[in-house]
């Protein structure tokens, strides 16, 4: 798989002949089994094959359970710059019910470890868990701000179909999932963080100044990146590609030297509402100068049109001609988005 990777890389590289690769994300499943020679290898495999500017973030997603003070130790030693740790909650009972494979005092002890060798760290928390009180919540931002993270992601609890988390529900052993908690979740969120010197610079995302995802806000900022690897997603402005999801199926394209990619060109459409769902979502919100250059007046009236409600009702604001949500429209963001995609243009 690695050598597959390697030479999906090499294969790709014409695709990125006049852009500068700014960052590295090694993510999915659990890259963190990869060996810190494996992931010398893949990365000089990118520097061989594109250009990289001269300090890119490098970033590596784990568990908490990957993360050995051993582990912790090599990858330091790595061109890892930056860990992603998938920690959720530092309640032992919210860890069971998530199914995840790492315990609280694992949680609390990789963190430990991990802020002695790296300073960039981000960590995911679950908000809108059943069960989780106000104070639980606040406990648990507090037990992640005493360790002196510089980012925080963190999500609303979701429940997909056939998951352990579906049957219990079901089954009446866990309450369902209530939105006006996690709504309160997430105010207190916005709130604890902004207090302690976080930008809430996208809406699942808060980072002191300088610790932005440069990864992250490259996909919201609407840039261009390549994805290798099974499943693995691309895009380029213009078309957006996805990797079969097969592991056997891309082991034996790749050999074959084909590239195992799905595309689709974007309309007119999909690039307006994929602007208004990232646009919304982040501080540097939708530009209606951009609008207007890009997609014309047609669109600028849509929009213009479409927002008003949203604007008499104090969940969205324009200043400078930017859109943005306002306070009280944070939490609903995606649902206000989706009623300013516009669905049946003429192309």
Request: charged share 25%.
């Amino acid at each position: 798989m690695v050598l597959a990777l390697a030479k999906e890389i090499m294969m790709r590289k014409n695709e990125f002949e006049n852009d500068i690769v700014e960052t590295i994300y090694f993510g999915g499943g659990t890259p963190s089994v990869l060996s810190n020679g494996e992931i010398n290898f893949l990365i000089s495999e990118v520097y061989k094959n594109y250009k990289v500017v001269e300090n890119p973030e490098i970033t590596l997603e784990a568990n908490p359970d990957d993360l050995s003070l051993e582990r912790i130790l090599e990858l330091s030693k790595s061109p890892i710059n930056r860990l992603s740790i998938g920690i959720q909650s530092f309640y032992e009972d919210d860890l069971k019910m998530m199914n995840r494979a790492h315990n609280s005092p694992e949680a609390k002890k990789c963190l430990e470890e991990a802020i002695k060798y790296f300073d960039n760290i981000s960590l995911d928390l679950i908000y809108g868990i059943p069960g989780m009180t106000d104070e639980m919540w606040k406990q648990n931002i507090q037990t992640a701000l005493d360790f002196g993270i510089p980012h925080i992601s963190s999500y609303a609890l979701t429940v997909e179909p056939k998951t352990t988390l579906s049957k219990l529900i079901q089954t009446g052993k866990i309450a369902e999932l209530q939105d006006e908690a996690a709504s309160n979740h997430f105010n207190i969120l916005v709130e604890m963080l902004q207090n302690n010197g976080f930008i809430h610079y996208e809406l699942s995302n808060f980072g002191k100044e300088n610790y932005f995802s440069k990864n992250n806000s490259a996909y919201w900022l609407g840039k261009k990146y390549i994805g290798i690897g099974p499943s693995a997603h691309s895009y380029d402005g213009k078309k957006r590609g996805w990797n079969i999801a097969n592991n056997s199926l891309y082991l034996k394209s790749i050999q074959e030297n084909k590239l195992p990619i799905e595309t689709e060109i974007l309309t007119t459409s999909d690039r307006y509402n994929e602007y208004i769902m990232t646009g919304l979502r982040t501080i540097w919100g939708v530009s209606l100068e951009k609008i207007e250059n890009e997609f014309g007046f047609e669109y600028l009236n849509y929009l213009q049109k479409q927002s008003q409600k949203f604007l008499d009702d104090d969940l969205l604001s324009i200043e400078n001609y930017i859109l943005k949500p306002t306070l009280k429209g944070k939490f609903l963001t995606d649902g206000i988005a989706s009623d300013l995609f516009y669905l049946n243009l003429k192309e």
